[in-house]
Structures are given as structure tokens and as C-alpha cells.
Nanobody, 119 residues
């Protein structure tokens, strides 16, 4: 299953962006979805993760500002980012794990999308 992120770009501090992540095929069951990021000079870190029906978990830096959701379909996830700060500048990666319609397990990462917060 391939994933493709969209919605990144340049935004001013205090602004908002909505990232979306679409899978290349329908999925029988999503077991976990998530967003991670790599800030310049730092290791990949958790932004948000969620198992359907459970309370999402967020990284400490984004609590209260970001929200993860299923994007209205069985193969998409979204990350709403509000009150963005310059230190949110990073490459954002989506993650999706589950079972395909062919009853095969998968765990996939997107290619990453740049988010730049700057005035």
C-alpha cells in the first residue's frame, strides 16, 4: 500500500494547514494511523497517532494545536495543524497500518511533505 501526502507548504506563524494522506487502495481495516515529522537536525518524532475508536496520542509540542482524523474515507487520514510556529517546520510523514482487502497485513510510510512556518 503506497501513501501520498498533500497539503504542505509555506505558512506564516499563527496560521493553519491541513495535511492529508491517501492510500493507493481500499483498506479492509485500519489498525493504526499516524503522523510523524523530522525537524532540521533532529530525529523523526511522533506528532499524532490513533487507532480507530481510541483516543489519539499527540507529541507534547503539538497538544492542543494539532488534530488527527480519518479523512472521510476508509483509506485516508488528515492532520489539522493550527497556531503553527516556526519550530513546527519539518518534513511530515504519514503512517498507516492495517489489513488490505486481500487480507494481507501492511504498514506503510508516505514519502514526506514539507511544512515551512516562516514570516
Amino acid at each position: 500500500v503506497q501513501l501520498e501526502e498533500s497539503g504542505g507548504g509555506l505558512v506564516r506563524p499563527g496560521g493553519s494547514l491541513r495535511l492529508s494522506c491517501a492510500a493507493s487502495r481500499s483498506i479492509r481495516r485500519v489498525e493504526r494511523m499516524g503522523w510523524y515529522r523530522e525537524r532540521p537536525g533532529k530525529q523523526r518524532e511522533l506528532v499524532a497517532t490513533m487507532a480507530p475508536g481510541n483516543t489519539p496520542d499527540y507529541g507534547d509540542d503539538v497538544k492542543g494545536r494539532f488534530a488527527i482524523s480519518r479523512d472521510g474515507s476508509d483509506r485516508s487520514t488528515a492532520l489539522q495543524m493550527n497556531n503553527l510556529r516556526p519550530d513546527d517546520t519539518a518534513i511530515y510523514y504519514c503512517y498507516l497500518a492495517g489489513i488490505t482487502n486481500q487480507i494481507r497485513g501492511f504498514a506503510s510510510w508516505g514519502q514526506g511533505i514539507q511544512v515551512t512556518v516562516s514570516s
